[in-house]
């Protein structure tokens, strides 16, 4: 795999396989959807949050062909909001991802894993959907599976 941002993933993805920017893009999509309010890590709410993590003025030209490249290795769901807009949350397996590398980084700086995986604070309530999926957001959650969560409607 080549180091340009736009260069698709194979089948099987591992972190290694991802650019440094693709990988921020999950982490910057991850804050978006573990924060308390109902933010929608959109297309402006992420370069915002990408600029936030030190990038300078990120256009979309970048981002939207990194996300393209993201969804299609199936670690972010793209969901349509209205006519111009789509929202991007992780899958159950970009999350994993995540965590995984988050539990990579603990153990290499000694770390607690359980301070890495939630940030230092407890996760007080999971969201599950009706597919058994289980989300940090209830957002999230009701994207997950349309209209249905939890086995109730939304």
Same mark, same amino acid.
């Given at each position: ?5 736009? *260069?698709?993933?194979?089948?099987? $993805?591992?972190?290694?396989? #991802? +650019? !440094? ?5 999950l982490v910057a999509i ?14 402006l709410g992420l370069r915002a949050e ?28 793209? *969901?349509?909001?209205?006519?111009? $807009?789509?929202?991007?949350? #992780? +899958? !159950? ?62």
């Amino acid at each position: 795999m080549s180091n340009d941002d736009n *260069t698709s993933i194979e089948e099987s $993805t591992d972190w290694t396989d #991802l +650019t !440094g920017f693709q990988r921020d893009l999950l982490v910057a999509i991850n804050r978006i959807e573990t924060r308390d309010d109902d933010s929608e890590p959109y297309g402006l709410g992420l370069r915002a949050e990408l600029e936030e993590l030190g990038y300078d003025r990120v256009n979309h030209g970048r981002i939207y062909p990194n996300l393209d490249t993201l969804v299609e290795a199936e670690l972010v769901e793209k *969901t349509e909001l209205d006519d111009r $807009t789509n929202s991007y949350t #992780l +899958t !159950g397996e970009g999350v994993s991802m995540l965590q995984r590398r988050a539990r990579q980084l603990a153990e290499l700086c000694d770390l607690p894993v359980a301070i890495a995986m939630d940030g230092g604070r407890e996760i007080e309530e999971w969201h599950h959907c009706v597919c058994g999926a289980r989300y940090r957001s209830r957002s999230a959650a009701l994207r997950c599976c349309g209209d249905r969560f939890g086995g109730e409607q939304a």
